[in-house]
């Protein structure tokens, strides 16, 4: 089956560690995000990338970085220097970057302790 | 700064009804609007995709429309069903290629 998996669904750390998120997409799609989620807020964009090699910051992409070093992967890492790391964090993709649908993985629930 | 706004945050009505959901956005500039639905402690489901040029798309029981002029799209849901409760997303794509989300309005149908 074609879609996108996120993986661990949970993952704790201590504070002031990195954390890498992982996020594998088989659909052959060239764009891929990353979106964070907190309670009664909306998605919120951290980065984003059109293709392989390229990634644009998002609305809020301050303590956090990407690499999109093979179409079919799209790493986040949470630094250190992340004020409040704790959220749900998706992961999508799309055909291509405009007038494409988005899907979504079933998300990693980050907990900072 | 692009603005996407669901009201109500929360909704419930009986099965069977027919409802409405609204999302307003205050930049006109976009090249699409979407509606998604979230389960709880899951990703979010595409439903229905409105290119800017576009008037309304259908699917099965939704109904989406953009008005672009006036900031509005609705989510018509016709015969709802108690699988029909969810959150419902909308999310606009700017002209800087951004995906704007609004906070989403629950929606719980009453058996």
């Known amino acids: 089956d074609g879609g996108i998996t996120q993986s661990p669904k949970y993952l704790f750390r201590k504070e002031g560690q990195n954390v890498t998120l992982s996020c594998e997409q088989n659909l052959n799609h060239d764009a891929m995000y990353w979106y964070r989620q907190d309670p009664g807020q909306g998605l919120r964009l951290i980065y984003y990338?059109?293709?392989?090699?390229?990634?644009q910051k998002g609305d809020i992409a301050e303590g956090y970085s990407v690499s999109r070093e093979k179409k079919e992967s799209f790493p986040l890492t949470v630094t250190s220097a992340q004020k409040n790391p704790t959220a749900f964090y998706l992961c999508a993709s799309s055909i291509v970057l405009v007038n494409s649908p988005l899907h979504f993985g079933n998300g990693t629930r980050l907990t900072v302790t | 700064k692009q603005e996407v706004t669901q009201i109500p945050a929360a909704l419930s009505v009986p099965e069977g009804e027919n409802l409405v959901l609204n999302c307003s956005f205050t930049?006109?500039?976009?090249?699409?609007l979407q509606w998604f639905r979230q389960d709880p402690g899951k990703g979010l489901t595409s439903l229905l995709l409105?290119?800017?040029?576009?008037r309304e798309q259908t699917s099965g029981r939704l109904n989406a429309s953009l008005d672009k002029s006036s900031g509005r799209s609705t989510l018509y849901i016709a015969a709802s069903q108690p699988g029909d409760s969810a959150t419902y997303l909308c999310a606009v794509q700017n002209r800087d290629d951004k995906i704007i989300f609004g906070k989403g309005t629950r929606l719980h149908i009453l058996p």
């Open positions: 990338s059109q293709i392989v090699n390229d990634f």
């Open positions: 930049d006109s500039a976009i090249y699409n």
């Open positions: 409105i290119q800017s040029s576009q």
